[in-house]
Each structure stands twice: as C-alpha cells, then as structure tokens.
C-alpha cells in the first residue's frame, strides 16, 4: 500500500484532492475561506486534528470543487464564465468531475501525497509558476477528457444547447443561446413572420427594459399568441408590420405611407417592439 492509499484510508477521501489543491496557485486559493486557513506544510494536515477537521469537511470539498472547476473551465471550449450556466449543463458538469483532474495531475506530473510528504515538516510546499500551472492542466484536461469520453458532452453542448444548460439571467452567452433558437425555429418554419421580424431587435430590447432574458423563449410560442398581439396594434402599425414582414425596407415603406422619410417608419418599428416587450410581461 502507498502512503497515499495509507493517508486516504486512515483519513478520508478528501485528502486525496490536496495535491491538486495546492498545485493552483497561491492567489486563486486565497479567494476561498475555507482553503485559506490551510497551511502549506502537509504534515501539519495530517497531525493537527483542527486541521483535519477542515479537510474532512463539506465546506472543504466545495472549496476545492469550485477551485478547480473554475480553473478548469475556460480550458473546456465553451464561451461565457463557469456561473452562467447551471448544474444541468453537460459543461458545468465536466468542469466539476474534480477526481478525473486530481488523477491526471498525478499521472502527467507524478505529484500527490507521496511527493508532497518528502518535503520537510519546516519546509512550505512550494508554488508552481503560472504559466507552468496553465500547461499543465491543459494536459490534464485534454487528457482526462479522452479517457472520460467528455467530448461527446462537450459536443453536444456546444452544438445543441438548450434552455436548462443557462441560468436565468442576463449573459451574453444566454442571449447568443436565444438568438440561435430563433434562428433555428425559423429555419423549419415553427416561427411566425411576426416573430422572425421582431427578433432582430426584439431580445436586445427586452433585456434592456425587463433584464430578464428567459422568458423570451416562453413567452413567445404560438403563431396564436402572435395573432392576438397583431389585433392590439392600430391599423396603420400593422400596416407597417405586414409590410416588414413581407420584406419591405422601411424606405419602401415610408413611400408607401407616405411618411417624410423612413426613419418615421424606424421609430414605429421601435414603437411596435416596445409594445409586444409589455404585451409579453402582462401575459
């Protein structure tokens, strides 16, 4: 049995993960209470039982999950942070899988309690550069994602996204999530021409007025729906909106109506958006 089989047994699983705690760096460890209090001498991890304490706590695994999860993340190929998305997202998922990354550190770099134990009880363990730290998870990463099979995961996250994988709130990676859906419910034709027109202009604006972005896609949902905000508008802002729809320019349009010049008809646009953001709140 290895000294780090013994450690694990006599003490718990937790310990397993201080190699890959104390190979971040030292900065990115002070952001977490928990993981802070921890000294850089690991006999005093196993000896001192407060300290034991610490480890073998929750508020220690959810330290050094986030850690390293958010270490690990931008090295995944997604866009956005690690907190736009939830815990149904196949990414937040991979980022979390916190063993996979502890394992192929110490395959790829040979460090864990073993080698952490031959530093003297007086002597820190020491820091690793930055850029050393970088290039190595990246092989880490690149190495536990083969052997997991994550990669199909990963895939399909980024080529099929769907509304569970974001929180519900306003990130850019969310509205770039909404704008693909609209654009790929066009495509097979559940969308109504209403929706097509608006959508250009449509989720900028509402983020803007209600910051809340989720409820575009399930607010607007049935050519129904659609219909029945039509019948709000007065005659000649429908006008305006068949014409749009229709694929008028809104110099086209301004000819037609007879208005000065199109940016009348720009305003009326603006003026349309605006009133199906509210009609969509009171629904």
Same mark, same amino acid.
């Given at each position: 049995?290895?000294? =780090?089989? $013994? ?33 850089? $001498? ?7 039982? @407060? ?25 995944? %190929?997604?866009? %956005?942070?690690? !907190? ?8 937040? /998922?991979? !980022?979390?899988?916190?063993? =996979?990354? #502890? ?17 003297? &009880? ?9 850029? +050393?730290?970088?290039?190595?998870? $990246? ?37 770039? +999530? ?7 419910? =066009?495509?097979?034709?559940?969308? &109504? ?15 803007? =007025? &209600? *910051?809340? #972005? ?6 607007? !949902? ?12 007065? @005659? /000649? ?6 014409? /749009?729809?229709? *694929? ?26 605006? !009133? +199906?953001?509210?009609?969509?709140? $009171?629904?």
């Amino acid at each position: 049995m290895t000294l =780090t089989e $013994k450690i694990v047994t006599t003490y718990g699983e937790n310990y397993i993960l201080l190699p890959l705690m104390f190979f971040l760096p030292e900065d990115w460890i002070d952001r977490f209470p928990t993981l802070r209090l921890l000294p850089r $001498k690991i006999r005093w991890l196993v000896n001192d039982e @407060d300290f034991r304490r610490v480890i073998l706590s929750d508020r220690f695994l959810d330290e050094i999950s986030d850690a390293a999860a958010l270490k690990i993340f931008p090295m995944l %190929g997604v866009n %956005g942070m690690l !907190a736009h998305y939830t815990h149904s997202s196949p990414v937040l /998922r991979v !980022a979390y899988h916190i063993q =996979t990354w #502890a394992y192929w550190l110490d395959i790829i770099l040979d460090w864990n309690l073993d080698k952490l134990f031959k530093y003297p &009880s007086i002597i820190d363990i020491p820091s690793f550069d930055n850029n +050393f730290i970088n290039d190595i998870l $990246k092989i880490v990463v690149k190495q536990g994602i083969e052997a997991e099979d994550f990669q199909p995961s990963l895939d399909v996250m980024r080529e099929i996204p769907c509304d569970e994988d974001y929180e519900n709130w306003l990130t850019n990676v969310r509205i770039d +999530f909404l704008r693909r859906w609209y654009h790929s419910r =066009t495509k097979v034709g559940t969308m &109504s021409s209403l929706e097509e027109t608006l959508m250009n202009g449509a989720v900028d604006l509402y983020v803007k =007025t &209600s *910051g809340n #972005a989720c409820s575009m896609s399930e607010i607007i !949902a049935s050519d129904d729906y659609c219909q029945r905000f039509k019948g709000s508008l007065s @005659d /000649r802002d429908r006008d305006i909106l068949k014409m /749009r729809e229709y *694929g008028y320019t809104y110099k086209e349009i301004a000819e037609k109506l007879e208005y000065k010049n199109h940016s009348g008809v720009v305003k009326r646009m603006q003026v349309i958006k605006k !009133a +199906f953001l509210e009609y969509s709140s $009171k629904q």
